[in-house]
């Protein structure tokens, strides 16, 4: 089994639609957790974190359920410029040298 | 804004040539990180640094070395290029401690031919 797992997709959601997609994570030792956007070519780009109590950024609400070792990203009346990989990155442990796992990520295309 | 450089966005190089990856930091960050991007496997860890001169190996470190004589510069070195590293080549940096979030650069598409 993955460390950290995400359904591949694509997920292919018309524009104005809301999308929500799952990262499971094994270690339950993770500590912190991270979501990213990666365009096609581009590097990742740093999207929110998630937060014990749930966060929201606009659009953009992370959620973490630590008793199912899971977190969620909902994307509400989502763009045409949503569409992108969104990988979800766990930190195991507090220090620098922790173990970073990053997702192989989820697909996302917005269609008109 | 956190700027990581990279030095090249495009490199093409022969089979056994000696490989420099450059990655700059402006933000005074304690850890640099390098990672190769292969469609279907993710990002995969080659090397990290959490200090001047200290280096630690990740997943994936075979063929590959890596310098960092400054904070703010981390290079990876194809100590004799292969084929198989021809890939995406990305260089990341954060704050000291697991929980701060990493900042990365634009990548380097390498190919090896």
């Known amino acids: 089994r993955k460390e950290v797992e995400q359904d591949p997709g694509p997920f292919n959601v018309p524009e104005g639609a809301t999308v929500a997609f799952n990262c499971t994570y094994s270690n339950s030792a993770s500590q912190s957790f991270f979501w990213y956007r990666q365009d096609c070519r581009k590097e990742p780009k740093l999207l929110m974190s998630?937060?014990?109590s749930g966060n929201e950024d606009g659009r953009f609400t992370a959620q973490l359920n630590r008793a199912s070792q899971y977190i969620s990203l909902l994307i509400r009346d989502s763009k045409l410029s949503d569409s992108a990989t969104y990988l979800c990155v766990v930190n195991i442990g507090y220090s620098s040298a922790s173990k970073i796992i990053f997702g192989s990520g989820t697909r996302l295309s917005i269609r008109p | 804004d956190v700027k990581v450089t990279q030095s090249s966005r495009y490199l093409v190089k022969r089979t056994g040539e000696k490989v420099f990856l450059e990655c700059v930091q402006d933000m005074d960050h304690e850890n640099m990180f390098w990672y190769r991007q292969d469609p279907g496997l993710g990002l995969r860890l080659i090397y990290f640094?959490?200090?001047?001169?200290?280096?630690e190996k990740g997943d994936i470190p075979e063929g590959y070395s890596v310098s960092r004589e400054k904070k703010e510069r981390f290079s990876l070195i194809l100590e004799s290029a292969s084929t198989n590293q021809t890939s995406m080549y990305l260089c990341?940096?954060?704050?000291?401690?697991?929980?701060?979030?990493?900042?990365f650069g634009d990548g380097t598409r390498l190919s090896i031919l």
């Open positions: 640094s959490y200090d001047v001169k200290m280096k």
């Open positions: 990341a940096s954060s704050f000291a401690g697991g929980h701060q979030p990493q900042h």
């Open positions: 998630v937060y014990s």
